[in-house]
């Protein structure tokens, strides 16, 4: 009955406008009809959605543009259903207001940069095909304990929970056995998801107690994008059919695992993978080549990296001992960087172990197929045949982070193109050795297979200087320096005004958060917490009270203990309320500081108050019930 331009802006959603395919045709008569025009183009008003200044409240013009290499789909719902048109969402001056039409830019890039890379090595024209695979982490509860919890309500997280005696600890949650209700949940989802065209593929229990994830097959990477955000949306409405909520802030429970979003990344020209080993010395060169293209462009850009995945719930996820660090590296596996080390050492020798490969003039075959082990504390990983970079976070779109890493590739491939375009043929050999051992003596600082989560690593990192940057305040300075915009700018992907757009509109997204967190932390505390400690003191007094005066012994030096220590608890309460109002008159360091500190109060009084009177359901419950 109706159909819509179906757009991400920059809230990090999706938004549609529909309209019925209802037309006047004369002499009062109506028909349903829908042109090209219809198809093409649309004008959603461009000034309710954040732009970063490029667009005032009373500039409202703004078009949306098909988008053909994005199939449309059809939504159904009781009573009808609604073509939905994948499109671009630009303003009247024609800038990107979206995420995806930066996306298409840096893909453009690439493509450029891959075709230019490839002639080096006398392949024909062809296409590069960028695909990817969005691993979706969620948490689902049951929904009558999240219309009890205003925290969750607000902010898609528990600002208040103190942890239960069995969370994770037993590991046992991990690929277990999927729970009936849970099970039949992740059936309709994927049954909605087949009839939407999305390949959805593998269902699993996390980590974490109540938390699970759903992957579906690679596909092109602005298809798989888009199937993403729909996954995002149909995983909340068929929870909300089956009385469940799905949960997708990064850390929604404190002190079990958060959730993120996996992207596995692989780059392919003419049915080449540019990612995988090779048998003939050719294939293995452009598979080095690609490798040391990646290894630089993180090296040079891990700041970028960071900064698209920067956000308030991500800040409490990366570097938590569950996830990656906030520090960018790359892991390749202990054979795969004796390779690379070798190469940058200009050791011409033959191996050292069986099966590996040899360095000599040329780049000499086979490398193994399953070249590296499996490191699941790296920020990005090299897999066998694609980077898989898990950092990102479960709620956000995968747009921004692909954009950088899709622009920081080409331009390292044209750095590569550049150098080696000026070489002959007959010296084409040992000027690209050379070149390759020039990136890895200067980029082999970003390599590390170790274990990301120590302490050691984050000392190392800084030994070997690379940017440590653990807040969304320090992680998105990076937008603002001039060289790093200029990548962009070169390659046409943003333009130095839409680079000034997203930094403010993530800046203002990251205070908002921060602040409504406060705001609802403090209404808790005082509306439903302090009351509920008080009744409790109150209590506690009166029974002290009786049983002074009805000179009992037993049992009255514990309640006295107790009252006194429920007492000192109420007066702490008091005082770190009072100490979050005065911070959210001041900067979002001062609230996160006083929030965290009013937590560790609150959490220490679960454990004292009757659970009957607890107003708020407790981790106990939530993560196990359902």
């Known amino acids: ?77 009781a009573n009808g259903a609604t073509l939905c048109i994948p499109t671009a969402f630009c303003s009247y001056t024609g800038a990107a207001l979206d995420k995806k039409t930066p996306l298409l830019r840096s893909l453009q890039a690439l493509n450029k940069a891959v075709q230019r890379f490839m002639r080096l090595f006398d392949y024909p024209v062809s296409h590069t095909r960028v695909a990817l695979g969005i691993e ?35 590991e046992d949650h991990y690929f277990g056995a999927i729970k009936p209700r849970i099970l039949r949940f992740m059936t309709e989802v994927e049954t909605e998801l087949w009839r939407l065209g999305i390949p959805a593929r593998t269902r699993h229990n996390e980590v974490a107690p109540a938390q699970f994830e759903l992957a579906p097959m690679h596909e092109d990477l ?132 069986p099966g590996k490969m040899r360095i000599g003039v040329d780049i000499l075959p086979p490398l193994p197929k399953d070249a590296t082990d499996r490191n699941r504390t790296s920020p990005l990983a090299f897999t066998g045949n694609k980077f898989e970079l898990r950092f990102p976070g479960a709620s956000q779109s995968s747009s921004g982070v692909n954009v950088i890493f899709n622009t920081i590739v080409a331009e390292s491939l044209d750095y590569i193109s550049t150098k080696l375009e000026k070489t002959d043929k007959a010296d084409f050999n040992r000027s690209l050795q050379i070149l390759l051992r020039e990136l890895m003596r200067e980029h082999k600082r970003v390599i590390f297979n170790g274990d990301n989560y120590s302490e050691a690593w984050l000392e190392e990192a800084r030994k070997r200087g690379l940017p440590i940057l653990p807040s969304t305040m320090q992680a998105i300075q990076s937008m603002k320096e001039q060289s790093k915009q200029q990548v962009f700018i070169k390659y046409a992907v943003y333009s130095a005004a839409e680079l000034e757009s997203r930094f403010e509109v993530c800046l203002e997204e990251y205070h908002r958060k921060i602040r409504i967190e406060g705001e609802i932390g403090l209404e808790i505390a005082r509306s439903m917490l302090i009351p509920v400690v008080a009744d409790e003191y109150s209590r506690l007094a009166n029974a002290l009270k009786l049983a002074s005066q009805d000179s009992l012994s037993a049992g009255v030096s514990g309640l006295r203990r107790s009252t006194e220590e429920l007492g000192r608890g109420l007066d702490q309460l008091y005082d770190k309320c009072d100490a979050l109002a005065k911070a959210l008159q001041g900067l979002h360091e001062d609230i996160i500081a006083a929030l965290q500190e009013l937590r560790k109060v609150v959490d220490a009084l679960e454990y004292r108050i009757d659970d009957r009177l607890w107003p708020l359901p407790k981790y106990r419950e939530m993560l196990f019930i359902y």
């Open 222 to 353: 602005n298809l798989a994008i888009d199937h993403n955000m729909l996954i995002m949306e149909v995983l909340r409405q068929v929870a909300d059919r089956n009385s469940l909520v799905c949960l997708l802030h990064e850390k929604p429970f404190a002190g079990v695992n958060g959730s993120g979003k996996h992207n596995n990344w692989s780059l392919s020209y003419a049915g080449c993978n540019l990612l995988e080993p090779g048998r003939d010395p050719q294939q293995n060169a452009i598979f080095l080549s690609t490798l040391c293209a990646v290894i630089r462009a993180v090296d040079l850009h891990a700041d970028l990296l960071r900064a698209a995945s920067a956000s308030a719930g991500n800040d409490l996820r990366l570097g938590a001992n569950e996830a990656p660090p906030a520090v960018i590296s790359v892991f390749l596996g202990e054979q795969l960087s004796e390779i690379l080390e070798q190469l940058g050492s200009g050791n011409n020798g033959t191996q050292q172990k």
């Open 136 to 170: 979706q982490e969620y948490f689902l509860i049951d929904k009558k304990f999240y219309l009890q919890r205003p925290d969750l309500l607000q902010t898609g997280r528990t600002l208040f929970g103190a942890a239960p005696p069995k969370h994770q600890q037993l």
């Open 1 to 77: 009955t109706h159909y819509t331009h179906w757009f991400q802006p920059l809230t990090g959603g999706t938004a549609e406008k529909h309209d019925a395919f209802l037309e006047a045709s004369g002499q009062a008569l109506a028909s349903m009809s829908f042109s090209g025009k219809n198809l093409i183009v649309s004008e959603p008003d461009a000034s309710s959605f954040p732009s970063g200044g490029l667009r005032c409240t009373f500039e409202a013009r703004g078009y949306t543009a098909w988008d053909p290499s994005s199939p449309a789909f059809i939504k159904r719902h």
